[in-house]
Structures are given as structure tokens and as C-alpha cells.
Nanobody
């Protein structure tokens, strides 16, 4: 299994910044695409940003120009969030697309970290 440990959430004022981190464990799995999702209260989980093994990134329109996803060669992933808005308030989840020769492809999720943007 791949365990994803998230950190960096918290309370911030509008216009502020936060940096989320996701550290995976489980060396038996190779990881392709990693992503950040978020779930606002009363809404479905939505994709915020993703990054491939090669470093290609994609963003939801609502966060383009404000959020930056990154990943290092140890698959430690970060999400730098700037110019935060109240509508960014959500639980943010780390996601990893893992592959293991004996178990095939599987999606893994972190436990989530709360981000609250409020005056």
C-alpha cells in the first residue's frame, strides 16, 4: 500500500498563502500521476491540480495563476496556494496513481487537511 501523509492546512485570511505537502510511503509501488483534490462542505470532491511523473501539470480554472503544484524525485508533492479566497475553503486531499506488478494500478488517498480562508 501507499500511505500519503498531508500537512500544511490551516486558517488564513483572504489574500494570504498556504503551502500543502504530501509525503508518500510504500516503496513497492511506482507512482505516476499525483494530484490534489478538494471537497467543499456540501459539494463533491473536485480536482484542483495534477502533476505527472515527468512534471507536466494541469490546474482547475478556478485556481490557475494562484496555485502551483510541484513534485520532487522522491514523489513528495506540494501545492503552493497564493491569493487565497474564501471559496478555496475546503478539505484538501492528496491523491496518487500507483502501480505494482502483482496488484496492478490503484488509486491512493491521503486523510485530508482542512484549509479555511476567512477574515
Amino acid at each position: 500500500q501507499v500511505h500519503l501523509l498531508e500537512s500544511g492546512g490551516g486558517l488564513v485570511q483572504p489574500g494570504g498563502s498556504l503551502r500543502l505537502s504530501c509525503v508518500p510511503s510504500g516503496s513497492a509501488w511506482s507512482i505516476n500521476v499525483m494530484a490534489w483534490y478538494r471537497q467543499r462542505e456540501g459539494s463533491e470532491r473536485e480536482l484542483v491540480a495534477s502533476i505527472s511523473y515527468g512534471g507536466s501539470s494541469k490546474y482547475a480554472d478556478s485556481v490557475k495563476g494562484r496555485f502551483t503544484i510541484s513534485r520532487d524525485n522522491l514523489n513528495q508533492m506540494s501545492l503552493q496556494m497564493n491569493a487565497l479566497k474564501p471559496e478555496d475553503t475546503a478539505v484538501y486531499y492528496c491523491n496518487a496513481d500507483g502501480y505494482n506488478p502483482s496488484e496492478g494500478e490503484k488509486l491512493f488517498w491521503g486523510q485530508g487537511t482542512q484549509v479555511t480562508v476567512s477574515p
